[in-house]
C-alpha cells in the first residue's frame, strides 16, 4: 500500500488506476521510483555521477538559430517602428507611415504582426526589416511651458 501512495505522488496517478495496474507495469513504475530517488534533486543526473569531485564538467552552450534570428528580426522591426521613428501607424497595407494615429494611418506597427523564422522564404517580396521610405511626420504640435 505504501508503495501505490508513493506512485500515486511521485507519477499523479490516482489510487484506483494505481491499483488496478499489472505487475509488470507496477514493476517498472516502481523501478523508475527507485531511480528518481537515487537521482540528484538538483541536477537530475545520478548521485554517483555529479557528486564525484573527481569527475570534470564542461560548460556547454546549445544555440537555436531559428530563435536567434527572430530576435534579431523583432528587434530590427522595433527600431524601424519604435517610437521617435515616424514609422509608428500605418494605413493597412504597410505603406503609408506616421508618427501618429490618423484617419489614413489607422494601425500600429505592430498590430496583428507576428514576426517568425521558416527554413524558407514563404514571402521574400515581403521587406519588413527595411525602414520605409516617405514617412508623412505630421507637424510639430506647439509644446505648452514646462
Ligand atoms: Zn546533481
Request: with cysteine; aromatic share 8%.
Amino acid at each position: 500500500m505504501r508503495d501505490d501512495l508513493d506512485l500515486v505522488r511521485e507519477f499523479g496517478l490516482h489510487l484506483a488506476v494505481v491499483e488496478t495496474l499489472s505487475n509488470r507495469h507496477r514493476g517498472l513504475l516502481l523501478w523508475e521510483l527507485e531511480r528518481r530517488r537515487g537521482d540528484c534533486p538538483e541536477c537530475g543526473m545520478p548521485r554517483e555521477l555529479c557528486e564525484d569531485p573527481e569527475q570534470v564538467w564542461y560548460p556547454q552552450r546549445r544555440v537555436c538559430h531559428k530563435t536567434m534570428q527572430e530576435k534579431a528580426a523583432r528587434r530590427r522591426y522595433a527600431d524601424i517602428h519604435g517610437e521617435g521613428t515616424g514609422a509608428q501607424w500605418h494605413d493597412g497595407r504597410f505603406q503609408n507611415w506616421s508618427e501618429e494615429q490618423t484617419a489614413k494611418t489607422p494601425f500600429h506597427a505592430d498590430d496583428g504582426v507576428t514576426i517568425f523564422a521558416t527554413p524558407f522564404d514563404l514571402n521574400p517580396d515581403d521587406d519588413f526589416l527595411t525602414a520605409p521610405a516617405g514617412v508623412v511626420r505630421p507637424p510639430r504640435k506647439p509644446r505648452g511651458p514646462r
